[in-house]
C-alpha cells in the first residue's frame, strides 16, 4: 500500500515542483498505473454536490449507452455514468449552462467547450439522437448571421472545434436530417474563417491573431492552438461539405486550400520559435516573442499555455510525432502536473484535460494517459457523489485533501466519459 504524503510533503514545496512528484512512482519501468493504488495515495476531494444525487441516479437508470460501459474498473464506470447523467441536469432542456453559481449566469451558456464536450461524450456512447439535438440547438441559436458566435470571448480554436465536432457528429451518429439544418451556421462560420486567412494572407501574414480563451482575450497574438485548430475545422469542413448539393463548392475548396496553407505556416512558425535544444522544457505558445517563466506555474501566460494551449496543440491532431512528444515532456519537466492533473497557478485545474487526454493517447503513451485519468477520478471529483468542480485546492496533507477553488463545471465533470471511451471495445 502506497503511504500516504505528510503535511509538509505537500505544502511547502509543491509550487516548486518541476516535476510530477509521484509519478516516478507510480511509472515504475513495466508498471500499469492502478487506480486503487491512486487512490490510496491522497485524501479524496471534499465539497458540497452541485446537484442533488438523487436526480444523478435516476438519470444513471434511464441511460442506454451503446457500448456498455466497462473499464474494467467500477469506479471509473461510475464517473463516466455520473459525467453522462449531468448532462441533462446541467443544461434547461436543450438549452446549455457552463455550470454551477458564477458559471450558471447567462452570458456563460454559449461558451463553445459545454456544447464541444457534451456532442462528444453523448456522441461517444451512443447518445446520438440527444448529442445531434443539443448540437442543432446550439447551432441555431448561438453562431451570428456574420459567422462569429455569440459570446463575449470565443477562441478561435473553438470555431475549428466545432467543425470538427460536426464532422465528428456526422461520423458517429450519420446525417439524419441534423445536417441539413445545421448547414447554414456551420458555413458561416467556416466563411468567417476563411475571410479572416485571406484578409492575412493579403497583408502577407502567415497565421491568424485572436482570441486565445476566454478570460484572457484581450490578449490577441498569434497562438499556435488556435492556428492548428482552425486548420483542422477547415479541413472537417471541406471534407464535410464538398459534396453536398446546395454548399457552394468553392467554399469547401477555399476551406482545403486555406487548411493545408494555414497548417504548414503553423508548423514552420514553431519550428521557427521554438528552442533547438530539445530537452528545453518551455516551448512559447505564440510566434510572438514570449517572457521565459520559471516554471509553467510562474506566469498567468504560462499556466494558461500549461493547461489549455498546449492541450489543443496535441488535440488537433496536426502536430508532428515528435514536436507532441515535445509539448509533453516540456509539461512533465517544467511542473505542469500533479498526479498526472493539470496545474494553473496556485490551483489544479482539470476542466481542458480530456484535449491532453486524446493527445496522449493519439502517442501511444497509454501509461500517462492512465495516470493523468486515474489522478482526475481519484482527486478532482468529490468524495461520494463525484462532484467536478472547474479548479480545486492542492491537497494539504495526508488528512485533508482538496477543496473547491472555482465552482462545478460540466466539461470538467465530461473528462472521464470522454477519455475513458477509448478504454472500451464497441459492442459486437
Known sequence: MTTKRT?????????????????????????TPDLDRIRDLLPPLTGEPVFDPRLIQANIHRLELRPHVDTGHPFLDLSVQTGL???????????????????????????????????????????????????????????????TIDYYGP???????????????????????????????????????????????????????????????????????????????????????????TTPPSLAARAREAAK???????????????????????????????RPERLTAT???????????????????????MANRLVEARLHGGGQFCGMSRLEHFIDDWMLA??????WRLGRKRDFLLSLYGHVAFHQAEGHLTAYESITFPQGPEQGSTENSPYCLPCQLVAARAARLLVKDDG
Open 355 to 360: 484535449d491532453y487526454l486524446y493527445g496522449l
Open 85 to 147: 447523467a449531468s448532462i441533462d441536469a446541467t443544461f434547461q432542456g436543450d438549452h446549455p449552462k457552463y455550470g454551477a453559481k458564477l458559471f450558471w449566469q447567462r452570458p456563460h451558456d454559449s461558451f463553445p467547450p459545454v456544447i464541444i464536450a457534451a456532442v462528444d461524450a453523448l456522441s461517444a456512447w451512443g447518445l446520438h439522437e440527444r448529442a445531434t439535438r443539443l448540437f442543432r440547438y446550439w447551432l441555431l441559436r448561438f453562431v451570428r448571421v456574420d459567422g
Open 261 to 291: 496553407r494555414l497548417h504548414e505556416d503553423t508548423l514552420a512558425s514553431i519550428e521557427a520559435t521554438w528552442p533547438k535544444d530539445k530537452t528545453d522544457w518551455w516551448l512559447p505558445a505564440q510566434a510572438e516573442p514570449a517572457e
Open 155 to 245: 477562441a478561435l480554436s473553438e470555431y475549428g472545434q466545432l467543425l470538427y465536432t460536426a464532422a465528428l457528429l456526422k461520423a458517429r451518429a450519420g446525417p439524419a436530417g441534423w445536417l441539413r439544418h445545421c448547414a447554414a451556421p456551420l458555413e458561416r462560420m467556416a466563411g468567417r474563417l476563411l475571410h479572416m486567412h485571406e484578409e492575412a494572407r493579403r497583408d502577407d501574414v502567415a497565421l491568424l491573431r485572436g482570441s486565445p480563451e476566454a478570460d484572457e482575450r484581450k490578449k490577441e497574438r498569434a497562438y499556435f492552438h488556435n492556428n492548428l485548430w482552425v486548420a483542422r475545422g477547415l479541413l472537417e469542413f471541406s471534407r464535410l461539405f464538398n459534396r453536398r448539393k
Open 7 to 31: 503535511a509538509a510533503d505537500l505544502r511547502a514545496p509543491w509550487e516548486s515542483y518541476r516535476t510530477d512528484p509521484v509519478r516516478e512512482e507510480l511509472l515504475a519501468p513495466d508498471e
Open 300 to 322: 498567468k501566460d504560462a499556466s494558461y499555455a500549461n493547461g489549455r494551449y498546449w492541450f489543443e496543440m496535441l488535440s488537433s491532431g496536426l502536430l508532428p510525432e515528435d
